[in-house]
């Protein structure tokens, strides 16, 4: 026994909190013990193909789990597909995906890093990269391969019946990609893999190609999809429902905060390391009156936000929502333009808490002095005409007041102050030198 470790059955608690299925939990048991007994850390590992730079909240979800493993004391190794992302997964597709090359692959890669280690601890983390082995694969050695593994249960899985279904086309490397990435789980030697739900079949085809080359077969732990923003559908940037991992204090609250009061349980569960205990106590304390849910949904935004970018942002960022949204204030901190009359044209300077910019502009016309047609020239609308139906529906304060005239204009030739807001949470300082 060594003292890094927790009693067994303590480990099982915190690392079962939020996971979908354990396949198989007597077996992840069994090896906790021996690791317990003999002072040696399971190795578990997570991989990663690294198809797009940006990460958002629902890829932390099985992040956060290998982060879980790495506080009981585990080694967490964060596997790059570099090799595999050219492949491409074909899990829950209905076509082929288009490749990408080598310079994409290392691209994303570096900014996954970056991101990662938002959430693991760099200096404890083994990272690897699978074409380290991938690369190195002979004509032979895939064959020897792809003998251990049948057609017909390479088949069973419900991605690719869909698509002989429905005459769609399966290319032969797609079905190459569960197999090749089964040589990560036996170059590893891995006693856990991590991934989420959808990747089911592949973490039981790795487990099995493990046994095959001699080795036991590695635990599978699933994690739950996260749902995104809007309550119903999976967290995604193409649906607009999602919270990138690398956006601002307030605009991940903002998010967080706009989530259904009963969603925020399962965010609880999923993106935080609180223990299921304390998650317990939050829920009855709502339950029975003595928690406002607003109160604890801004406990769960001030936490997310800490945790990507320091408990100083957090408190910050529920403070400016306090302070906006729930006591119907200005936020102490906004972006400020600058507007200044030179003889070419307009010097144009803005600020923000983490950057600032200038430039000159010549193309101001007179009709700019409507306010709706200066935000959109400035990029504070998506366009004049969105900018006159927030102002007609009451979304558009000058200084506190409401502004719903769409021809409302601003003197761009006397000194002045203005204090906006656009929308719900876009505020703006403007100031005419």
Not at 47 to 75: C, E, N, S, Y
Not at 88 to 109: F, I, K, M, Y
Request: one cysteine or more.
């Amino acid at each position: 026994m060594t003292a890094n470790f927790k009693p067994v059955a303590e480990q099982l608690a915190y690392l079962k909190k939020g996971v979908a299925e354990i396949i198989r939990e007597e077996e992840l048991r069994a090896r906790l013990e021996k690791s317990y007994k003999t002072g040696i850390p399971l190795r578990v590992y997570l991989g990663v193909d690294p198809t797009a730079p940006d990460i958002h909240l629902g890829h932390t979800v099985v992040l956060r789990k290998l982060k879980h493993f790495q506080d009981m004391g585990h080694t967490a190794i964060f596997l790059i597909g570099d090799f595999s992302a050219m492949i491409g997964d074909p899990t829950g597709r209905s076509e082929t995906r288009p490749p990408l090359s080598r310079e994409e692959v290392n691209a994303n890669a570096k900014t996954y890093l970056d991101q990662v280690f938002k959430i693991l601890d760099s200096h404890k983390t083994e990272v690897r990269y699978n074409s380290e082995w991938l690369d190195k694969l002979s004509s032979a050695e895939v064959v020897k391969l792809c003998a251990h593994y049948s057609l017909a249960r390479m088949l069973e899985r419900e991605d690719f019946r869909s698509r002989l279904a429905n005459q769609q086309p399966i290319s032969v490397h797609e079905l190459l990609y569960p197999l090749l990435t089964a040589m990560d789980a036996v170059q590893l030697k891995s006693d856990v893999e991590l991934g989420a739900t959808e990747q089911k079949f592949n973490l039981l085809v790795h487990r099995d190609i493990q046994r095959e080359y001699g080795l036991d077969g590695q635990v599978c732990l699933t994690m739950p999809i996260l749902v995104g923003l809007d309550g119903s559908k999976k967290m995604s940037k193409s649906l607009g429902n999602y919270v990138g991992i690398t956006e601002s204090p307030a605009d991940i609250f903002g998010k967080m905060m706009s989530i259904p009061d009963d969603l925020m349980w399962s965010y609880y569960e999923l993106v935080t390391d609180r223990a299921p205990e304390e998650i317990a106590a939050l829920k009855s304390e709502v339950s029975s009156g003595k928690l406002h849910p607003m109160d604890t949904k801004m406990k769960l935004a001030t936490e997310v936000v800490s945790g990507f970018h320091g408990a100083d942002a957090g408190k910050k960022a529920a403070e400016n929502f306090q302070r906006v949204f729930r006591d119907r204030q200005t936020p102490a901190e906004m972006k400020e333009i600058v507007l200044k009359r030179m003889p070419m044209g307009f010097s144009i300077r803005w600020k923000t808490t983490s950057s600032q910019g200038s430039h000159m502009a010549t193309d101001l016309p007179k009709a700019q002095e409507k306010w709706s047609k200066l935000l959109a020239y400035l990029g504070e609308a998506p366009s004049a005409s969105e900018a006159e139906r927030l102002m007609k529906q009451g979304g558009f304060e000058i200084n506190g007041d409401p502004v719903k005239d769409p021809i409302c204009k601003i003197d761009l030739n006397s000194p002045s102050a203005y204090e906006v807001r656009v929308g719900k949470k876009k505020f703006l300082r403007i100031v005419v030198e």
